[in-house]
């Protein structure tokens, strides 16, 4: 993928056939914005670059997925609010969603996404 720009698109997850709502947050008000102000999320928000999230204001409890450069998943949390993680070192972007969304969706560490920018939902 080339250079990522804010918009919208479409989530896969290998193995499954239905697809999720996308939000991309590419440039730095919009990646520092993030989650904050909203009381829910349909789909995902990915976040890019980034190897690090926090939930400091954040309305409501959250799944985080760390994703390589690939798209591969590296690592898979669920957040509570107030919540400020370790970086992880080979992330390069980070994939947002509602708490239980990932579990839902099949996405675990190993599991490589796919990701359709400009794909109305």
Same mark, same amino acid.
């Given at each position: 993928m080339g250079k990522w720009q804010n918009g919208k698109g479409r %989530?896969?997850?290998? &193995? *499954?056939? @239905? /697809? +999720? @709502? %996308? @939000?991309?947050?590419? /440039?730095?008000? #919009? *990646?520092r914005r993030g989650l904050l102000g909203r009381t829910g999320l349909d789909g995902a928000l990915l976040i890019t670059p980034c190897s690090s999230v926090h939930t400091f204001r954040m309305g409501f409890t959250i799944d985080v997925a760390y %994703?390589?450069? @690939? %798209? *591969?998943?590296?690592? +898979?949390? #669920?957040?509570?609010? &107030?919540r400020m993680p370790l970086p992880r070192l080979r992330a390069r972007h980070v994939l947002e969603a509602e708490a239980g969304a990932m579990e839902r969706w099949g996405v675990r560490p190993g599991v490589r996404l796919g990701v359709r920018p400009g794909v109305d939902a």
């Open positions: %989530l896969t997850v290998e &193995g *499954r056939d @239905e /697809s +999720v @709502e %996308l @939000e991309i947050a590419a /440039s730095y008000n #919009t *990646r %994703l390589d450069k @690939e %798209l *591969r998943v590296v690592d +898979v949390h #669920t957040l509570k609010p &107030g």
